[in-house]
């Protein structure tokens, strides 16, 4: 279905192809309804289909999203357009919303592509790889990652030289340079909203050297080299391409910081970390990992229990708030932080870092509609207009919010207010008919 307009009517567009969108499209799909998948990215699957294991079961995030991905990409209700953008929404009535979206040009033909990277290797072209958050690369031509769905070549034309390599590589001929950006007026009755979350850049506090110090990495980074689909086969710093034996992981980089303009707790930031250090310690037995916390918010169920067997593994938990991160000449980081426990300021070496980063809004969604018309909250998340009574109602009737678009969350809550948003939709088609 991807890549084809089958009509310019639809019942639903779903914004963001993570696992919020995609729950909220199968939802309405399986119910009967039409629903237009707008993604941005190559793929869909969000950060997700991105992530090692998932706390606290440790079940294989990719196990998980491969399979629910497939379904939506086969459903007979869903069409799906990825690279695209939606332009504008606007509301005309009840039930009538009119929405132009932007689909831009992959310069690959999407149904001939065998994905078999021919293409690849004739590309002269490196640049840095955005699927494995930079730690490798990737030509100009490429398979955005092995699970991708599509999983078809893309070609990014802004590093392209235009030098046809790939072209002649390609036994489908399926590369197509005369594509062309294509802009579509489609008909909805109701939207959702599932634009996701930001990753906080950690750039924005110099004092942890990240970007300066290449052994200084967000838990995103780590995330990738623990996954199945991981830029190497085993954990290493990116500095030297060591193997680290100390590991410290400094949380709350970027959350609960109103110095920094984001003063809320993006709650998942304590139990991802949790969750990469036991799987560091299967993978790397002989490593010592920190992490250095100022306070550990295991709230949901099963999560102190999986606090609690982190400790029991021999992660090291210490109450401490990091001041300065600097650099060794060996690559080595001194950590400079108040043990709040002892009241005094304690310095210690680890040779890699990870910075758990937080949830920032992504304001895409409010630029779709006319100015205020779709409200942000004080923290800049999609407003959620009945918060207690109806939690995916956003201040426009009709218009739905799935996901971390409303506020931090994790996986199962996503899931379950992708549910919301899809039956409140439900609902809303069914009672304006
Ligand atoms: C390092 C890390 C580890 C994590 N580990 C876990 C874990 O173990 N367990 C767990 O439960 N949770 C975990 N999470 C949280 C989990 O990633 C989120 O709960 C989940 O991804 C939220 O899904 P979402 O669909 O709301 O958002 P996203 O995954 O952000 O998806 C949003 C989608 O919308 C697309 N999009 C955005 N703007 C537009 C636009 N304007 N037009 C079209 N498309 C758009 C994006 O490209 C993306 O595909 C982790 C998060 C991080 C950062
Ligand atoms: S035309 Fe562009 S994408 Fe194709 S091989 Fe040359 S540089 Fe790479
Ligand atoms: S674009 Fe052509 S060469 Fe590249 S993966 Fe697809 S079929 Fe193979």
């Known amino acids: 279905m991807s890549g084809q307009l089958k009509g310019s009517s639809f019942d639903a567009l779903v914004v963001g192809g993570g696992i919020a969108g995609g729950e909220a499209a199968l939802n309405l799909a399986n119910n009967g309804f039409k629903v237009l998948l707008i993604e941005k990215e190559l793929s869909i699957g969000g950060k997700m289909i991105l992530l090692s294991k998932v706390f606290p079961t440790l079940d294989c995030a990719a196990c998980i999203t491969t399979p629910k991905v497939s379904e939506i990409s086969r459903h007979a209700n869903i069409t799906i357009f990825t690279s695209s953008e939606v332009g504008k929404i606007n509301k005309i009535s009840e039930n009538n919303f009119e929405a132009t979206i932007i689909k831009?040009?992959?310069y690959v033909v999407v149904e001939d592509c065998t994905a078999c990277q021919l293409c690849e290797k004739a590309c002269p072209v490196n640049v840095r790889d955005q699927y494995q958050f930079d730690l490798v690369g990737r030509k100009a031509v490429f398979i955005p990652f092995s699970i991708?769905?599509?999983k078809a070549a893309a070609i990014d034309i802004e590093n392209c030289v235009l030098c046809g390599a790939c072209e002649k590589a390609c036994p489908t001929n399926c590369i197509d340079f005369t594509q062309e950006t294509e802009e579509l007026q489609i008909n909805i009755k109701t939207v959702i909203l599932a634009t996701g979350f930001k990753l906080f850049d950690?750039?924005?506090?110099?004092?942890?050297?990240?970007?300066l110090y290449k052994n200084v990495i967000t838990a995103m980074q780590m995330e990738r080299e623990l996954a199945p689909t991981r830029p190497f086969n085993t954990v290493l710093r990116p500095?030297?391409?060591k193997v680290p034996d100390k590991i410290a992981y400094v949380l709350c980089a970027g959350s609960r910081d109103a110095s920094v303009g984001n003063p809320i707790c993006s709650q998942i930031c304590c139990m991802y970390s949790i969750k990469q250090s036991q799987l560091l310690m299967g993978a790397l037995p002989m490593a010592d990992v920190t992490i250095y916390y100022i306070n550990i918010r295991s709230f949901g169920k099963g999560f102190e229990e999986f606090y609690q067997q982190a400790k029991g593994m021999g992660v090291n938990f210490v109450k401490g708030k990091i001041g300065k991160i600097s650099e060794k000449e060996n690559g080595n980081l001194m950590l400079r932080y108040e043990d709040i426990n002892e009241g005094v300021?304690?310095?210690?070496?680890?040779d890699m870092v990870i910075l758990s980063v937080g949830v920032l809004p992504n304001q895409d969604a409010a630029k779709?509609?006319?100015?205020?018309?779709?409200?942000?909250?004080?923290?800049?998340?999609?407003?959620?207009?009945?918060?207690?009574?109806?939690?995916?109602?956003t201040s426009i009737d009709g218009v739905f919010v799935a996901g971390t678009a409303s506020g931090p969350m994790?996986?199962?809550?996503?899931?379950?207010?992708?549910?919301?948003?899809s039956s409140e939709a439900i609902s809303y088609l069914i009672q304006n008919k």
């Open 104 to 106: 831009k040009p992959r």
């Open 148 to 150: 991708a769905s599509p």
């Open 202 to 211: 950690p750039l924005m506090i110099p004092r942890y050297g990240y970007g």
């Open 239 to 241: 500095g030297d391409g």
């Open 345 to 350: 300021v304690k310095e210690t070496e680890h």
């Open 368 to 393: 779709l509609f006319k100015a205020d018309e779709l409200k942000l909250d004080p923290y800049k998340f999609i407003y959620q207009a009945e918060s207690l009574e109806s939690p995916s109602r």
């Open 410 to 421: 994790d996986i199962p809550d996503s899931i379950l207010s992708a549910g919301s948003a």
